[in-house]
């Protein structure tokens, strides 16, 4: 008896083991599936695969956390001038006590301000800040900043739930990575041909810019629609995937 119940109890126990096995290695294979997709919903390659969407959704203090992530307008409060948003992020760029960093190009939008900081020596983009309109507090831009940035990596200094969301603690890598080469297997030309690629398939006759800025890892172009400015998008530098802003609102002016 006791061995029958032994050998019944063993059995059990390797069909659970092997359930187990098999559930794990389909989760695995499903998220391999999509790869970077998952993290976002307005995401595309040159095959036209869009993930689920994870992480781009319309609302205030999501799973990226920090100062909100609103997609639409937001009438109450004044918009940044250009000195302000430039001042909000030279002092960002003071406490990170990086040498050769300064601010680039400047663009305002009705959600908050957006911020190039470059590397002074190699006119390459180091990384990119918004500036909330409320607090004029500049912080990391979300997506492509922070997934994609090979050389100014993000750490998560306050964990996984940190700051206001799981993104919360994020920040610049104190000692960026000095084995990072700037070049991509996706060169700015073609960057600008997949762009306007999928914008030709989702936003009818707007119009990709033709100079996009080179980060360590992706490109970052705006686009336009008769003439004025009506979203911003970046080209990951290895596979030519796209990654749509959405978070910016609407643009009221720029300065380099």
């Known amino acids: 008896m006791n061995k029958t119940l032994s050998t019944i109890l063993i059995v059990i126990a390797v069909l659970v083991l092997a359930g187990g096995v098999f559930f794990a290695g389909s989760m695995y294979a499903r998220a391999n599936a999509y ?9 595309w390659n040159n ?23 609103n997609n639409g307008t937001n009438s109450n409060v004044k918009p940044l001038t250009v000195d302000q948003a430039k001042g909000a992020a030279e002092k960002y760029i003071q406490s990170l006590n990086i040498q050769g960093l300064e601010t680039g190009e400047v ?45 100014y990596g993000g750490l998560n200094h306050g964990g996984m739930m940190g700051g206001n969301g799981m993104m919360g603690g994020w920040n610049y890598q104190t000692t960026p990575s000095t084995k990072v080469s700037a070049e991509m297997i996706v060169t700015s030309e073609q960057a600008v041909e997949y762009a306007q690629k999928y914008l030709n398939s989702n936003y009818a006759g707007a119009t990709a810019a033709t100079d996009p800025m080179q980060f360590y890892g992706y490109y970052t172009l705006d686009f336009e629609k008769d003439g004025q400015i009506i979203g911003m998008l970046s080209v990951n530098g290895y596979s030519g995937q796209i990654f749509l802003h959405t978070w910016h609102g609407t643009f009221i002016e720029e300065a380099e």
């Open 35 to 43: 790869g970077p997709s998952m993290m976002f919903r307005n995401s």
């Open 107 to 151: 663009m305002i939008f009705d959600n908050h301000a957006y911020v190039i900081v470059k590397e002074s020596e190699t006119g390459l983009g180091a990384f990119e800040l918004l500036v909330d309109p409320v607090s004029q507090i500049a912080y990391p831009e979300y997506g492509p900043n922070m997934m994609w940035n090979l050389k």
């Open 47 to 69: 095959n036209q695969a869009y993930g689920p969407g994870m992480m781009n959704r319309n609302g205030g203090y999501g799973m990226m956390g920090g100062y909100g992530w």
